[in-house]
């Protein structure tokens, strides 16, 4: 059947984009053409016509789309979204003529096995093809020039994809998550763009184009069976994490610059790594997690950033242009061996594996202490600085002796090194710097020498076997973070007092930090008038903090803690049912109310727990120790109980609920149960407050999406 729909001013396009396809209408500008159920937007200028869609009554196995209809008008196009969610086309064909495939054109078409696309198609849109589960076969035509984000996203039948002749450039997200096990690249792709082949799981064989300049951020991603046989020597930047999670057996880079972890967490043990003269940046951890037979370090890097820590390595070797760095029993040092640069990662033995071992192990002799029973490694004499990043995620050595002529340790230096029990830091260092010991799991003793200052979540997440630290007369500041969710009772000196653990200034005024307990209520001393930021996060037990009437100032995030090691709003995580009970001032009634916590002036009880009524009986819910203003009442079910504003329950119908009255996150529940009905009936929302709309209010909303340019009207 054909004919052509061509309707009144009062007539808008309607589309429906979910699984039953199109519903065909008109406006008074273009005509509408169906021919055999399958609908088209002409454009009579030029006698070309867009295909916008098709019957949702009509079943299509076979979709065959001609470069021409009968009246002679040519396809030109697939719009948007023209068979998005169809459930009955299993193969689509599409001839010549149609130069682009609209964005999610064919998206979800649940049964879809094959596409073909004859010559004609330049450009496939925005997930064109995305999420056709069924979808195992692509052909397409060698003039294909470019396929748009997320085209083949989420096509998990889909295991071979060979790049159109002509095809010059590929969308983000393109063919992440599909089935892909191989890909074969042409040579005039010089760009992978991020996340193209992301979390590809059965990808084993890549052909990379020999002309290939750049891959993109989380380009292959967990492609968890991948390894790539040689990286084309024109290649210049490869991105952060591109390969984290895949199976790479070699690595040879010519190019600049690469991005952090790109190649952390290999499920394989990489035989070896090597780069050129050309590699100017480098992020960091670039091998975190992974296993290297062989690394080969460039000399013309900074090592500041962590590039190398993490990385678990049997042999390193410098280039043989290198002039800055030196190996010592495996260790890089500056020429002069006054900076302790990179310390490698081994997989030392045990005390048993040793004695099994062949006479050749000598590197275990080098760092086990038979006195101590410990892996032990000793910074030679004469070193004043150790690099950050420098021990980063180390394992087994369980202690590094530092000499005295060390002065300096950088940040992150050992973060992350959980095998580390034993920490003593030389008199010469004066400072902590932000996050050196943070994150580490095994650590049983703490000296801090004579420690001036410690910067930011420096000891972040030290929560494991230590507990009693004495901080040296000679520290003078802290940061806030700089024991954020450490397991710390602290003993102090000089510029601090401690009291049960807790940390104050001299003057006992500011409460700094308070230690883990297991007790829910905590009371802090008379006097106290400030509780300090992140001053209770590293105490997930306590519930009720007494205050005294002293207290006047909480400083930001005093009492509840955050999810993650980054400061910020967004970050902010409260403690479920934290309150402040006692005489609080108006600055912290302030605070507590701005920070959803819960303020009372005695211990917290409610006076019901559970009530029964009939109806139109009522019922008053208080919670003692709180000022009734304080309190914020909801009813579970409104047509079973209601409740108002200062806590009267009354029973509406039959049944059971809940009334819950809040301050702050401190919650108290009331179970309701009303045994009859109260005659009064439950209206829900009340429809007189709402207006009336017309079909002539829709149209002056339709002609005002018009003039504003909306695309749907157009």
Request: aromatic share 10%; glycine share 8%.
């Amino acid at each position: 059947m054909k004919k052509v729909l061509s309707l009144g001013l009062s007539l808008m396009i309607i589309v429906s984009v979910f699984s039953t396809g199109i519903k065909l209408s008109a406006d008074a500008e273009t005509d509408y053409y169906d021919e055999d159920g399958i609908y088209y937007k002409l454009n009579d200028d030029d006698e070309t016509a867009v295909l916008i869609g098709c019957d949702p009554e009509e079943v299509i196995d076979d979709l065959n789309i001609s470069s021409t209809l009968e009246n002679g008008y040519i396809i030109t196009s697939i719009g948007d979204m023209a068979f998005q969610g169809r459930r009955d086309i299993k193969n689509v064909y599409i001839n010549d003529q149609i130069e682009y495939i609209g964005d999610y054109a064919f998206e979800s078409c649940s049964k879809l096995k094959s596409v073909e696309i004859s010559g004609g198609v330049k450009n496939i849109g925005v997930g064109a093809f995305s999420s056709c589960g069924s979808l195992n076969s692509v052909v397409l035509d060698k003039d294909v020039s470019s396929i748009d984000n997320g085209a083949f996203f989420m096509d998990k039948s889909l295991r071979a994809f060979n790049f159109p002749k002509n095809l010059k450039s590929v969308g983000e997200y393109a063919f992440a998550f599909s089935g892909l096990s191989t890909v074969v690249m042409n040579n005039k792709i010089t760009a992978i763009p991020d996340r193209t082949f992301y979390n590809c799981e059965l990808l084993q064989r890549v052909v990379l184009p020999k002309n290939l300049e750049s891959i993109g951020n989380y380009a292959f991603t967990t492609c968890r069976n991948l390894d790539i046989d040689e990286l084309p020597s024109t290649l210049d930047k490869i991105g952060v994490s591109a390969f984290e999670g895949c199976a790479l057996s070699e690595i040879h880079f010519n190019g600049s610059e690469i991005g952090s972890c790109a190649f952390s967490d290999n499920r394989e043990e990489i035989e070896t790594v090597t780069f050129s003269d050309n590699l100017k940046k480098v992020g960091s951890l670039l091998f975190a997690g992974s296993d290297v037979d062989t690394l080969e370090l460039p000399d013309n890097i900074s090592y500041e950033n962590g590039a190398f820590a993490g990385v678990y390595v049997e042999t390193c070797k410098l280039l043989e242009s290198n002039d800055k760095y030196i190996l010592d029993d495996g260790v890089i040092f500056t020429k002069d061996k006054k900076t302790l640069v990179y310390y490698p990662i081994k997989e030392y033995l045990t005390p048993q594996e040793k004695k099994e071992s062949t006479p050749d192990e000598d590197d275990f002799d080098k760092l086990y202490d038979d006195e101590q029973g410990e892996f032990v490694y000793k910074i030679p004499n004469g070193v004043e600085e150790i690099s950050p990043y420098a021990f980063t995620r180390m394992g087994n050595v369980t202690e590094v002796v530092m000499p005295d002529s060390l002065k300096k340790i950088g940040a992150h230096a050992f973060e992350r090194a959980r095998s580390l029990r034993k920490i003593t830091i030389p008199d010469g260092v004066k400072e902590i710097k932000e996050y050196t010991y943070a994150d580490l799991g095994s650590a049983t003793e703490l000296n801090l020498g004579s420690v001036e200052k410690i910067d930011n979540y420096a000891f972040a997440g030290f929560n494991y076997d230590i507990t009693d630290v004495k901080l040296p007369a000679s520290l003078k500041t802290f940061n806030p973070s700089a024991f954020f969710r450490a397991n710390f009772k602290f003993k102090a000196d000089g510029n601090f007092k401690a009291a049960g653990g807790a940390l104050y200034t001299a003057d006992s005024k500011t409460l700094l930090y308070y230690p883990p307990t297991d007790k829910e209520t905590v009371k802090l001393p008379d006097g106290l008038e400030t509780i300090a930021s992140l001053a209770f996060s590293s105490n997930y037990v306590t519930k009720e903090i007494y205050i005294p009437d002293s207290l006047k100032k909480l400083e930001d995030q005093a009492v509840e803690y955050e999810s993650s090691y980054n400061l910020g709003s967004d970050s902010i995580s409260f403690r479920e049912g934290v309150c402040l009970i006692g005489n609080a001032s108006e600055s912290v009634k302030e605070y507590a109310d701005n920070h959803n916590i819960g303020v009372f002036t005695a211990k917290p009880s409610q006076n019901i727990e559970t009530v029964t009524l009939e109806g139109n009986e009522t019922a008053q819910f208080k919670i003692n120790g709180a000022e009734q203003n304080d309190i914020v009442y909801t009813s579970g079910d409104s047509k079973i109980a209601s409740v108002s504003e200062d806590g009267t329950i009354t029973g509406l119908s039959k049944g059971k609920t809940f009334v819950t009255a809040a301050s702050g996150t401190t919650y108290f529940k009331c179970e309701v149960t009303v045994k009859s009905e109260s005659g009064v009936e439950y209206k829900g929302f009340d429809e007189s407050k709402y207006l009336e709309v017309t079909p002539e209010d829709i149209q002056d909303k339709i002609q005002m999406f018009k003039e504003d340019g909306c695309e749907l009207f157009k």
